[in-house]
């Protein structure tokens, strides 16, 4: 847990400024915070300035083994046009392998377009109910990111999306290759006023759930860069909580 960097929480008086005027968040709020983690297990608190991140190993190696040879056999990744995305007018293979799954109807809007989730799988439903019993939250839509090996990534992105719950967290399951997982600050990417906000780095294990609180996706990007050293593949769940009548209208993609 060495490679963990932690800090004490600051707020800048421009956040200070925007954390009053959350009126909107306050009916999800009500119903998505829970005083404490349901099933008790050894949780580290990561804290920066706008950063609330809670990490814990949810599962012990057996376990996170089989897990992981499970959804081998399972997950059907999206091929195709489905698996690239549009820049500017242009298509461009995605670096990883993708899916979508939850509830009946969901649907993911991913660079101008909207994946329609696959009906959750046993193996992704007793995922998703470990983590609702260790968090007290529950999730109805997971997307899932299979990495090969070190080549794979995701750049700087925050998940952000209008259709998600916004006071309730992202709770990101990770199988396989342990990774770098780095967060930067928004003020701290471009710009004329890029303040000095050191990033965050992480090394998220096999078996292991990061819980992204609020407010951390709007004041910070995460990325997993590329690692060549690593050979082995690794599965990230992301499992999120979608609001059926906030979801976008556009190009949907079964």
């Not at 960097?5 to 998505?32: G, N």
């Not at 820049?87 to 995605?94: A, F, L, R």
């Not at 952000?160 to 290759?177: Q, W």
């Not at 593949?233 to 079964?254: A, S, Y």
Request: charged residues 35%; hydrophobic residues 30%; aromatic residues 10%.
């Amino acid at each position: 847990m060495d490679k963990f960097v932690t800090r004490q929480k600051k707020r800048s008086a421009v956040e200070a400024d925007e954390l009053k005027t959350e009126e909107p968040f306050k009916k999800y709020k009500e119903t998505c915070e829970v005083e404490e983690f349901s099933q008790p297990i050894p949780w580290q608190k990561i804290e920066a300035e706008g950063l609330d991140c809670d990490y814990s190993l949810l599962f012990d190696k057996e376990e996170a083994d089989q897990l992981f040879k499970l959804l081998e056999e399972e997950v059907e990744y999206f091929t195709g046009d489905k698996a690239k995305l549009q820049v500017y007018g242009k298509s461009y293979n995605i670096p990883r392998k993708q899916a979508t799954y939850g509830d009946e109807g969901l649907m993911y809007s991913f660079s101008g377009v909207q994946l329609l989730a696959k009906p959750w799988t046993p193996t992704l439903e007793r995922i998703r109910d470990a983590v609702t019993r260790a968090t007290g939250q529950t999730f109805n839509f997971v997307l899932i990111n299979r990495y090969n090996d070190g080549h794979d990534h995701i750049g700087e992105h925050r998940d952000d999306e209008r259709e998600l719950d916004p006071a309730c967290p992202i709770a990101s399951v990770s199988l396989g290759a342990a990774r770098d997982f780095i967060f930067r600050h928004k003020d701290a990417r471009t710009g004329s006023s890029k303040r000095k906000i050191e990033p965050v780095k992480l090394e998220l294990a096999h078996g292991s759930l990061l819980l992204m609180n609020y407010p951390t996706n709007t004041y910070w990007y995460h990325s997993l860069p590329v690692r060549k050293k690593v050979k082995m593949p690794r599965i990230n769940l992301t499992f999120r909580r979608i609001v059926k009548n906030r979801q976008k209208t556009g190009i949907k993609i079964e």
